[in-house]
C-alpha cells in the first residue's frame, strides 16, 4: 500500500458521511451517560429557552461545524502515523509490506504461479514489496472492487483515528465533571470496544485491499 494521494483523498471525502454518522451516535450514547453526571447546571442551561431560540440556525450550524472538526481531526496526523497506530507498528506498518511474503500467501484466490509469470522474482523485503504493490494497483486503481476495498480501508481507519480522539476527549469530560467510577467503567468500556472493533476492521479491509489487487493482476493474461 502507498502513501495517501488524489484517489485516498477522493475517497476520504465520500466517507465523511458515514463517519460523520459514528460520531453522532458516539455523542448521543455519551450523552445517556453525561446525564447521570454532576452537571445538571450545564445541562439546565443547554435546554433553557434562550438556547432553544433560533435551534434550526443552530442544529445547522452544529452539523456544518461537526463536519469542519471531522475533517479537522482526519487531518492533524499524517497518513503515515494514522496506520503506524491501526497496524500497530513504526516501521513497514501497511500490509504492502507484506503483500507477497504474507498476504498474497494466505488467499486462495491469488495464483501465486502466474502472478511469478507476470511479475517475475517476487519482492521479498518489505519496501520493495509495497513498492511493487503500489504499481500494481495502479492499474487496477478504477476497478469497482478495488475502489469498493480501497474506500472501506479508510473508513475504518478514520474512523478508528476519530474514536481515540473521542476517547481523549471523554477522559478530559469525567475528570472535568468528576464522573464517578461506574460512570468511567462504562463510558470508556464504551469507547475502548468500539474502538477494538473498528481497528480490527480497519486491519482486516487493509490485507482484503492489498489481495484483492493481486488477485486481479494474478489472473490477468499473460503478455
Not at 460520531?23 to 450514547?29: A, E, P
Not at 438556547?51 to 499524517?78: A, E, T, Y
Not at 503506524?84 to 500467501?105: D, E
Not at 478504477?142 to 474512523?159: V, W
Request: net charge positive.
Amino acid at each position: 500500500m502507498a502513501n495517501e494521494l488524489s484517489t485516498s483523498e477522493k475517497l476520504q471525502k465520500e466517507n465523511i458521511s458515514n463517519i460523520w454518522k459514528i460520531i453522532c451516535m458516539d455523542f448521543l450514547i455519551l450523552n445517556i451517560i453525561l446525564s447521570a453526571l454532576n452537571i445538571e447546571k450545564f445541562m439546565s442551561l443547554l435546554l433553557s429557552k434562550s438556547m432553544l431560540d433560533n435551534s434550526l440556525f443552530k442544529l445547522l450550524s452544529s452539523f456544518i461545524l461537526g463536519i469542519l472538526i471531522v475533517k479537522l481531526l482526519l487531518n492533524i496526523l499524517p497518513a503515515e502515523m494514522k496506520h503506524n497506530i491501526i497496524f500497530g507498528k513504526l516501521k513497514y506498518s501497511l500490509p504492502g509490506h507484506r503483500a507477497f511474503t504474507v498476504h498474497a500467501k494466505k488467499d486462495p484466490r491469488i495464483d501465486m504461479e502466474n502472478l511469478e509469470k507476470i511479475l517475475g522474482v517476487l519482492p521479498t523485503l518489505p519496501f520493495e514489496q509495497n513498492r511493487v504493490w503500489y504499481k500494481i494497483y495502479q492499474k487496477h486503481k478504477n476497478d469497482e472492487q478495488i475502489i469498493d476495498s480501497h474506500l472501506k480501508f479508510l473508513f475504518f481507519r478514520d474512523s478508528s483515528i476519530l474514536t481515540i480522539f473521542i476517547l481523549i476527549g471523554f477522559v478530559i469530560l469525567c475528570i472535568t465533571f468528576k464522573a464517578t467510577l461506574f460512570q468511567w467503567i462504562v463510558a470508556i468500556s464504551f469507547i475502548l470496544i468500539q474502538l477494538i472493533i473498528l481497528i480490527i476492521s480497519a486491519r482486516n479491509n487493509g490485507v482484503r485491499f492489498v489481495q484483492n489487487v493481486l488477485c486481479l493482476e494474478s489472473h490477468k493474461d499473460l503478455p
